[in-house]
Every structure is written in structure tokens, then in C-alpha cells.
């Protein structure tokens, strides 16, 4: 699967929009972008996913760049409750998900 | 619906004992995931069950892992003479058909310490 890179940390203030970046310039035509979040102490949260057009759910939008190259998670009003580690994976039908570093969001009153 | 559990929530045990984590998966989720998580680490693949055969157990760290599904649903993973390096959370996650582009979600994990 290919290899992302994301920012280590990151604040933003509550009540603003959160834009998460991530690269993954590897990635083949058929792996898909999930994004997930852990909250300290608990199991990874499902947040999106998508392979190439732009994703909405009640949760966050994902936008995926028309190479494929790279994408944005926007959590759109960011509450304190959103401040968590979120995980940007691609993934084939390998099944398996390879969580990198990802983003420490710290979200401030 | 009922998530994905996991039990016991919390296991301490000694070094040298066995120790069997459970899973419950999502009720019809055919793909079943085990993983752990050491101290400020990310998360690491153990084994991949699809129904009740393991076609990827690429993670399993030594031969004192080991795991197992009956009946497509419930699965137990078994960790023999315990090692204080196993100390971790592990973490089940299940999807419905583990398809390339299917969600995977994960139970809220055993915290395992090993003294």
C-alpha cells in the first residue's frame, strides 16, 4: 500500500473549519483514502474514505486532488471534542490498514 | 446497531501465562482484523481472517501468537508464556466483506500488561 505523509501536529481553533493535508503521491489507481481518528485512550473512528471524487458525510468532506496525489480532510466546525490523532491511509484490497504517524489535532477555545 | 467488543477490557498478567483475548464482530461482517498498539506507537496488522480461514497472517510477531474464528464471528486470539514486550492494546476491527474498498471499524480494544 502506499505510503502517506502527513503533518505532525496541528492547531486550529474551535468553532473553525479544520483542514487536514495529506500526501500520498505512490498511490495506484485502485487504493482508496480512508481517514480515521483516535481519540486518546480509545479504538480508531471511522471517519471517510473515498477513491476519486470528493466525499461528504455527517462527520467531515475529504477532497481528493484530480491526480490522486494528494487529499484534504475538512472537519468543518471544530469542536474540542474533535481533538484527536487522525490517520490519512490508503489502502488496496491488501485489506489490511498501515497507520503512519499522523496529524496531532489540538483543537483550542 | 451493536459495534464491535472486545473482552476483557483490561488483562494483567504475569510473565510466562497465557493469555486469550476475545473479539465479537459487527453481526454479518465476514472480514475479521486483529491488531495491537504499543505505548505512543502506532498500530501494528497482526492477522486477517476472512470467515473463519486466515488468509493473511503476515503480523503475528513470533510463534507464541496465534488466532483463531469459529463460525464466521467470534475470534480468539491467543498469546502463549507472555512477554513484557507484548504489553500493548489490541485491537479487533471487522468489515462486511473486506473488499478493497470497505470500512473497517474497530472494537475499543485490551489493554494488556504483562508484569
Known amino acids: 500500500d502506499a505510503k502517506t505523509t502527513q503533518p505532525t501536529s496541528m492547531d486550529c481553533a474551535e468553532g473553525r473549519a479544520a483542514n487536514l493535508p495529506c500526501n500520498h503521491s505512490?498511490?495506484?489507481?485502485?487504493?482508496?483514502v480512508y481517514w480515521y481518528r483516535q481519540i486518546h485512550s480509545q479504538g480508531p473512528q471511522y471517519i471517510i474514505h473515498?477513491?476519486?471524487n470528493n466525499e461528504t458525510n455527517e462527520m467531515a468532506s475529504l477532497i481528493i486532488t484530480e491526480d490522486r496525489k494528494s487529499s484534504t480532510l475538512i472537519l468543518p466546525h471544530a469542536t474540542l471534542r474533535d481533538t484527536a490523532v487522525y490517520y490519512c491511509?490508503?489502502?488496496?484490497?491488501?485489506?489490511?490498514?498501515?497507520f503512519g504517524g499522523g496529524t496531532r489535532v489540538l483543537v483550542k477555545p | 446497531g451493536a459495534g464491535v467488543s472486545q473482552s476483557p477490557s483490561n488483562k494483567v498478567t504475569e510473565k510466562g501465562k497465557d493469555v486469550e483475548l476475545r473479539c465479537d464482530p459487527i453481526?454479518?461482517?465476514?472480514?475479521l482484523y486483529w491488531y495491537r498498539q504499543s505505548l505512543g506507537q502506532g498500530l501494528e496488522f497482526l492477522i486477517y481472517f476472512q470467515g473463519n480461514s486466515a488468509p493473511d497472517k503476515s503480523g503475528l510477531p513470533s510463534d507464541r501468537f496465534s488466532a483463531e474464528r469459529t463460525g464466521g464471528s467470534v475470534s480468539t486470539l491467543t498469546i502463549q508464556r507472555t512477554q513484557q514486550e507484548d504489553s500493548a492494546v489490541y485491537l479487533c476491527?471487522?468489515?462486511?466483506?473486506?473488499?478493497?474498498?470497505?470500512?473497517?471499524?474497530f472494537g475499543p480494544g485490551t489493554r494488556l500488561t504483562v508484569l
Open positions: 491511509i490508503v489502502k488496496a484490497a491488501g485489506n489490511k490498514l498501515t
Open positions: 476491527a471487522s468489515s462486511l466483506t473486506g473488499l478493497a474498498g470497505d470500512t473497517q471499524y
Open positions: 505512490t498511490i495506484s489507481g485502485n487504493e482508496y
Open positions: 473515498g477513491l476519486k
Open positions: 453481526s454479518g461482517h465476514t472480514a
